[in-house]
């Protein structure tokens, strides 16, 4: 063997391979300087005025930022991917500080942290930025901004310039096109335009796209109460909307496309981490151990906004006689640890230390129910194709939700994981054909005991 | 009963799985010099591009090593005692075995050339040549590739990540088309140029020039040209590695010799994987397979057969896979690279020459399909090969078998109009 022994003591471990010397690049193209200087005219604009400097606040203002953003960002994803053979762009992901926790993701990292931060509770730091966005709040909603309306204007214009990137990274691929397109459409039209335009009528805010438990006061008496005795008919619509969503759409769609059909083509928040997130996707956990947690985690938030939902109508059925207060404090508690805490900050402030779903799959009670659907009562499955797969971890590595897809991809067996969100990217990047997500004519053919889905239940509790 | 499997590679791990299996009270001890935990070769590109860190390259947890009782030593096997029943290893106590599984792989060619030992010229194989590659690739501007294989290729997409300009030696007139017919192979050709290499076809290795530190300064080719480089890749196949089974007594021919059931010459020594020669008695050739999945299926039956079961191999029905830069690749069942007597191809392209399907039948039966960026699935296809079915069969249910992801252009109408069109 004397060719292949370089070196006794050789520890792959310690060694890490990091990135191995690249020769000198081609220096950046005219197009992109050009775009990126466009990008930081736009970002000097938004600082400037949102010190206060004139014509901040005007639509003149509001267009000196939005354009040279928007324009610079996305003309630079298009020429970055533009001159580049259409394919799996993974090159240089685990030498790049801001992909694989260096200092760069840390930075980002706090800069998120604080963006929500100052977000939830202190709004004032941001009232340079709302003042920016006020002429556009009050041509859509009549009302004159605020944090709130800064932060769907921002999160849909990510979503936008990210999801451009997206198309130009997957050109090769329909699914993640049309996908793209699918959580673009979704947070432009359902998720900032109809509530604010909604608002502009007098009408309650009200976002089409989000419903129990995910916006769990769909559902309260409280909100119900204020939508029955709103002046006309659409309040009695959104009761009647939220729950067909929550109880007919969500088991049905589930059962024929899995919970893809909500997590990775509607949801905002899912429109977030498959735009904004794609960058940072490889860093989710795939131990046992971060599974076992999520479990637990996730099933535990679930409980805990029945729980509470529940409790909310008995008090409000006994006007308060059996719980008293205790009902709204849960309500208040939910509200700040799970919907501020959890969802927001580290929601999407860890997205460059824990990937891009760390909600989705630790937290989110909406996941989580249609997790429980999608595992036993779905004909949506990932099938693998026969014994083709040579486990080289693409696929794990790739899945936002941290499932170890090869475990299942190296023995031949179909991946039904309540988690998996069915963003496909397992399927992209496998480089040997391996991953199909399909939805299949039955829900019984896709594990041993399927075809008894309340007893597959119950046996998965006892092993829990 | 303790068995010792030398290699953690995939058909070391398929045999340690595969005897724990069968035999829950066995001791099983895996030994490696390479790395300390199994983890997936094919993978080592991706760590060299920064597509996955070296722990994701593990297809099992640390911990699941213990769980399934198999003790790991990391070390280098100096000499098999197979009448001690015993391992020499280097600067470590001796490993004692009842039965030993030598899967020792395979290692890189060298066809004795000119210049093969200087510095900077190197195989692509292991860990480490990978570790020696981040030496390589300092400072270095260009590399030279010989050998058109799929090492070859991926070497070259490896060294193009990191900005080095690559010139791609093909002995043939066209790249592996030793395997593929000539359409596939000039696809691939195409794939090739387009991100930039420089391919040189019916080009070989003459000799490697060294300056006078004994680094690689260029390389001579066939044609008498010369081409600077710092790099030189040798990546003209691999051979079974045999030296410590030959050294230690043990029968061997271009790989190591064993029978069906993986048996070598001596009793209680096992080998099986890239560094097996399986004896055919009679007319056929004898058998080495060198891809992963043949490890991972002979490692499985060897497993079997030492954990005292009466399994046999069965190489089964062909089927293999790769991808080109961007180009995805499976076959399955029989296609030849240039068509023999009595068997017929047909072919169809997609318009955009970007994929492709070959169907070749033999006395009436569908014996092999290949297909280039289209994904189709290993269960039917080699059902349709193993049922011999008729080409009429096959193309009346195409459909079934294709594997692309959801929305795809589907191209099986166009393929069957084709396909008919020729078999008229």
Known sequence: ?464 | MRVAIIGNGVTGVAAALSIRRHQPNWEIVMISGESSFHYSRPALMYIFMGHMSYKDTKPYEDSFWRKNRIDLVRGWVNEIDAAGKKLIMHEKDPVSFDKLLIATGSRSNKFGWPGQDLDGVQGFYSLMDLRLLYENVKGARSAVIVGGGLIGIELAEMLHSRNIHVTFLVREKSYWTNVLPIEESQMINRVILEQGIDLRLTTELKEIAGNDSGRVRGVVTSKDEFIECEIVGLTAGVSPNIVLAEASGIKTGRGILVDWGFRTDTPDVFAAGDCAEIVTEGEGRNLIQQVWYTGKNQGKVAGEVMAGRQSVYDPGIWYNSAKFFDLEYQTYGMVRNVPVEGESNFYWEHPDRSRSIRIVTRDGAVCGIKVMGLRYSHRICESWVAERRSLDYVLDHLGDANFDPEFYEKCEAEIIKEIRKQAA
């Open chain 1, 1 to 464: 063997m004397e060719q292949n022994i370089i070196d006794y003591d050789f520890d792959e471990e310690a060694l890490g391979f990091e990135e191995p010397e690249k020769a000198p690049a081609e220096p950046l193209g005219i197009g992109e300087k050009l775009s990126l200087a466009v990008l930081g005219f736009g970002i000097l604009m938004f600082a400037l005025q949102a010190m206060g400097m004139p014509p901040g606040g005007t639509w003149a203002g509001f267009l000196l930022v939005l354009l040279p953003v928007f324009f610079g960002t996305v003309f630079y994803f298009y020429l970055d991917f533009k001159g580049t053979v259409p394919g799996i762009k993974h090159d240089n992901i685990y030498f790049r500080g801001l992909t694989n926790k260096g200092v760069l993701g840390w930075l980002v990292g706090i800069v998120f942290t604080g963006f929500y931060i100052a977000l939830y509770w202190f709004p004032e730091y941001l009232a340079g930025g709302i003042k920016i966005v006020n002429p556009l709040s009050l041509a859509l909603s009549g009302s004159p901004a605020n944090n709130w309306f800064f932060y769907g204007f921002l999160y849909t214009i990510a979503v936008f310039v990210f999801g451009v990137r997206m198309f130009m990274k997957y050109r090769h691929n329909r699914y993640q096109k049309i996908r793209t397109a699918s959580v673009m459409f979704f947070q432009l039209g359902f998720a900032f335009l109809i509530p604010n335009i909604l608002m502009l009528f007098n009408q309650p805010e009200f976002y089409l796209s989000y419903f129990w438990p995910l916006k769990p006061e769909y559902l309260f008496p409280g909100t119900l109460s204020y939508f029955v005795n709103h002046p006309g008919g659409l309040g009695m619509f959104l009761i009647f909307w939220g729950a067909v969503m929550t109880f007919i759409a969500t088991p049905l769609l589930t059962y024929y496309f899995g919970k893809r059909w909500y997590c990775s083509w509607v949801c905002g928040c899912g429109g977030l981490a498959e735009t904004m997130g794609d960058p940072f996707r490889q860093l989710s956990d795939k131990s046992k151990k971060a599974w076992r947690i999520e479990r637990w985690i996730v099933h535990s938030v679930l409980v805990f906004i029945v729980v509470t939902t529940v409790l909310l109508w008995v008090n409000s059925a006994t006007s308060g006689a059996v719980f008293g207060e205790a009902s709204m404090s849960l309500k208040k508690w939910y509200g700040f640890y799970i919907g501020a805490i959890f969802s927001g900050v580290i929601g999407v402030g860890f997205y460059p230390i824990m990937g891009s779903r760390v909600w989705c799959r630790f937290g989110c009670p909406l996941a989580a129910v249609l997790g429980i659907l999608q595992r036993y009562l779905s004909r949506f499955r990932i099938t693998t194709n026969g014994d083709q797969c040579m486990s080289c971890g693409n696929c794990s590595t790739y899945c936002e939700m941290g499932i170890d897809v090869r475990a299942y991809a190296q023995k031949g067996e179909n991946i039904i994981r309540a988690s998996c969100v069915g963003c496909g990217v397992c399927a992209a990047v496998c480089p040997r054909g391996v991953l199909k997500l399909e939805n299949g004519g039955t829900f019984k053919d896709r594990f041993p005991g399927a075809d008894r889905p309340l007893g597959a239940l119950i046996d998965s509790l006892k092993h829990a």
